[in-house]
Structures are given as C-alpha cells and as structure tokens.
C-alpha cells in the first residue's frame, strides 16, 4: 500500500470519527475497507478505476476467498465488507475524487434476519435481576459498589429498552422522576427520544441520584455522567458482572445489550402493540422491530404441545 493511499484511509478513518462513528466502529470499517484494498491490488486497481463489475465481483471474492483462519464468511460479514466498501466511497464523492459510488449499482447480498439469542425468558430473567439486587452480599465495598450499579443498570436497562451507550451518556438532568421518563440524546441515528421508567427503576435511580451516588462516583474522572464511567468501562463492568451471576445462576450468559433484547422479546409475549415496541425501543424502521415476531423452535414446539388437537382429545378420555 502505497503513501497515497495510505493517507486516504487516514483521511476515511478522520471523516468516520466527524460523522459521529465511534473509534470501535471507525477501526472496524477501517479493517474492511483495508480488505477492499487487498482484493483491488490483486487486480492492479487502485480504488477510484473501480466500476459496478468490480464492486459486484468484490462479494464474490469475499464468499471465495473468506476469512483468515479458512473459514467462510457468513452472509452478515460480508455485508458489512459492502457497507464499509460503500462508506469509503461515499468520502472519496465528498473529496471529489470520483464521481460516482459504484457500490450503489450493485444488488447486495441478502441477510436474512434472525431471532437474537441475546435474551433470557421472563422468569430467568427475574431470577437474574432479583440476583443483582442482592449486591448487599459482597465480600468487599468495592465489589458491592460493582455489583450495586450493575443492579441500577440492569434495572435502567431492562425498564426502558436503553442501549449501553445510551445509559452510559446519561447525565441526571436527563432523568425526569417525576414524570418517570429518560430522555435520550443521542441515540442510535442521532435523534432524541423519550423512553419510560417503570416504579421501581424509577425509585432505585431517584435514591441513587439523590443520596448515593456521590458516594459511589468518588473519585471517577468524569462525575457529570450519571453512572460516572465511559461507555466502555460500564459495558465492561456490567458483561463481567453478567458472566458471574448467569454461571452462578445455570443461566445462559448474556450482555447488557441482551435486556434491551429480552424487553423486546417479552413486550410481544405479554401482547404489547409491535408499533408500540418499536417506540420503545426507538426503531427507526419497524423491519428492525419485527424480528421479535419470529419465534424459535424450543416456543414453537411449547405451542404445538399445549394447543394441538390431539392433547385435547386424549385428555378426554376416559380409560377402562
């Protein structure tokens, strides 16, 4: 790779960070589009001489050739290939260095959409949260801090549909106790929404923003976030506390993004409105909302058990 276009990823990697990318997400497209350049430089191209054809044939080199380690790539990685592919070129249009975005041309690769396994049942996932809220049993003040905001986390989490990053930006003028609700500044897309507490999250985060988290923020870098940590630490914090409890609990392991799945899953269970959901969770697009309308084998098999003809018939009866 030569110093020309060594300075046009810089300059992609800058435009990622100035669009409102995060760093991770910036590093991650940088990566593909690296990978774009390799498929490029196979075929003596350098990046602003490549048509639809050669962005068409970029899906198949990634189906070909695969991942490092030998192993195919599924449909999602490689559409991620094409999103960041696209993105370079959409900074190379805005750097007038080419006209046109070949990966505009191309039919993409489908993703099918599949039900996240990020997600407990609604009685595991009260087994959880009662677990969390005893954080009195730690062995140490510090471990029972950790565990302590794990609690509020969860809880923020579990009410209100939140994203980490989302929760972990929240200052307390965003919280408003007495109407129950959070307001979100900057969520996915950048766009502002009102999301809702319910009773007892709205309780545990009023104690906590009144009393206690001057005690339990002494000494962090930035005390103007309401959880006093940055978006990685608190991720970090809570997937490590996660672990712990799911394997102390036999339960299957989530992340804190797994509430956000588990209040989508069990809104629709309990008969909430898909649309409703959609406002909760802030979709933008009611597609993304409606992946919690597909059910998995283990629910489909549970229906067809209780609701099948033949149950009914036998339960009737009546043996000599």
């Known amino acids: 790779m030569n110093g020309e276009q060594e300075a046009l990823l810089q300059g992609f990697f800058t435009h990622c960070l100035a669009s409102g990318y995060r760093r ?5 497209m940088l990566r593909n589009v690296k990978r774009y350049f390799e498929y490029l430089a196979d075929r003596g191209l350098k990046p602003e001489d490549a048509r639809p054809a050669d962005a068409e044939s970029f899906q198949g080199y990634l189906v ?4 490092l380690d030998g192993k195919p790539y599924g449909e999602g990685s490689i559409a991620c290939f094409i ?4 993105a370079f070129y959409e900074f190379l249009k805005s750097m007038k260095k080419v006209i046109a975005n070949p990966f505009k041309a191309i039919v993409r690769i489908k993703v099918k959409k599949k039900l996240p396994r990020n997600f407990l049942k609604e009685a595991e996932m009260n087994l ?16 029972a801090v950790r565990r302590y905001k794990t609690h509020l986390v969860a809880e923020l989490l579990y009410s209100t549909g939140l994203r980490i990053r989302e929760a972990a930006r929240l200052t307390p ?4 106790f007495e109407r129950g609700t959070v307001l979100v500044e900057e969520g996915k897309g950048g766009f502002r929404r009102d999301c809702f507490l319910n009773e007892y999250a709205r309780d545990i985060l009023k104690l906590y923003a009144d009393e206690l988290r001057s005690l339990t923020e002494n000494g962090l ?5 309401l959880f006093g940590s940055s978006e990685d630490a608190l991720g970090k914090m809570m997937n490590q506390e996660l672990r712990r409890s799911c394997r102390d609990l036999k339960l299957k392991t989530i992340t804190s993004h797994g509430f956000r799945h588990s209040l989508g899953v069990h809104l629709l269970r309990s008969g909430c409105d898909i649309r409703h959901i959609q406002e909760i969770l802030g979709h933008r697009r009611l597609k993304n909302t409606e992946i919690y309308t597909r059910v998995d084998k283990e629910d489909l098999k549970s229906v067809l058990d209780a609701c099948h003809p033949r149950r009914f018939a036998h339960s009737h009866e009546n043996p000599e």
């Open 64 to 67: 070909e050739t695969g991942r």
């Open 221 to 225: 870098s930035n005390c103007t976030l």
């Open 128 to 143: 959880l949260l009662q677990a969390l809220g005893r954080f009195d049993e730690a062995k140490s003040v510090k471990e």
């Open 173 to 176: 003028a965003d919280i408003d």
């Open 24 to 28: 991770k997400t910036a590093n991650w």
């Open 83 to 86: 999103k960041a592919a696209s």
